[in-house]
């Protein structure tokens, strides 16, 4: 049977990402199936018929974005609910939230959290791992039609995020099983993943251990690298290395790795990343939400100078609460021209690569995704200039990074597939899908016994 073809014809721009990172207006771009066949000038592509044709004008194409670290599952039955200044009673608050979630809540919030994550761009994501009804939570990734990095969460250490401690033996067991039975699922649309918890609650014999499960299955790793000041000194007393070369040590500091935060490392560390061809998702909302001093500790220009695979992220819902692509791309953008008094730091150009092509290969996908190009999966996002935040528009890289954000997303496709249309989801009522996940954050507040008062008075 021959595949369904479509084309977005005659849009404004198209923000190819190719290698020349050519844009090209007045452009028309033709899918055939689930991969894109043809990107050129609408009227070199006038002749070409499609058995749907979606009108690009007034549109700016790009390839849909990349987050690369994004616990899908939890949040969204609880954003918002924490005060700003929790500190270190955040996260074992989060996690007690999580434990006394339902199955079906799980499956509610994650549908809620693709939702949002596709409405505003984002094609593809990274879940590290804390899914816990993996199965059931399948249905929505099918449902959603995203692209999404599947894993299951291990660690062999008490940790004072009291998170389950498994046995090493066990740990590695889950990861093989999870990696075997999920990579390549719906139709290739889910990766899993090897998922070290963070090498602070990993044995050196478990990171090592998921890190080869992921090679021989021709995968790749995550985990947690936010280095606190406790595990500096600890492999500065143990080891007597910094936590890269701890890393690296344990085998685990290769091109088939993707580190999360990466927060807390010297220069020195951050070369050594890039020379072993590691990569990095930077999570910028995440971080200045949890002061974590970024600019200083987030060596986020280094990394790209010695020539580093950078891509970005947001962290869960409520540790960022922003999960807005663009929202971090323009972070990226602005936050190290603040913080080093320097405006050639990290170019609009530079900081959209990292939203989609550089966030690509920060997934080992670049192959596949990240750019619009003729043998690329169609995973594409249409953004409605006839906005005012569009206005005037002559450069469109720079309206992308400085003035637009999701609100502006028309349409996206992922893998051809359209999943929103003139912004709305087509797979999922969406006003009924936020009142289920309300009322499923209400009974799980009083179920776990999480509260916290608002400061001003709510009459
Ligand atoms: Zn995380």
Known sequence: MAQQTLKIDNARFVVTMDPQRRIIADGSIVVSGNRITQVGKAAELAS????TVIDGSGMVVTPGFINGHMHISYAHAVRGLFPDDLGSE?????FRLQAAMTPEDEYATSLLAITELLKYGTTTFIDPGTTTHLDLCMDAYRQAGCRIIVGWNVLDRPNPL?????DTADAIRATEETVSRYHGALDGLVSAWAMPFSSEFCSAELLSATHAIAQSAGTRATLHFNSGPRWIQHCRQEHGCTPTEYL????????GMTLAHCLGIQDDEARLIAERGAAVVMCPTAAIKGGARMTQHGLLPELLNYGATVGLGTDAGNNSNLLEALRSVYLAAVLYKDGRGDVGIIPAETALELGTIGGAAALGMDDIIGSVEPGKAADLVLFDTRRSEWAALHNPVNSLVYNADGRSVHTVLVNGRVVVQDHRPLFVDEPELVAEVQKRGDALVQRAAVKFDSRWPVI
């Not at 070409?48 to 058995?51: G, K, L, P, Q």
């Not at 009291?162 to 498994?166: A, T």
Request: some cysteine; proline content about 14%.
């Open 48 to 51: 070409v018929s499609a058995d």
């Open 248 to 255: 690296d040590r344990c085998g685990v500091l290769t091109p």
């Open 162 to 166: 009291n998170l389950p401690v498994s």
């Open 90 to 94: 955040y996260l074992p608050n989060v």
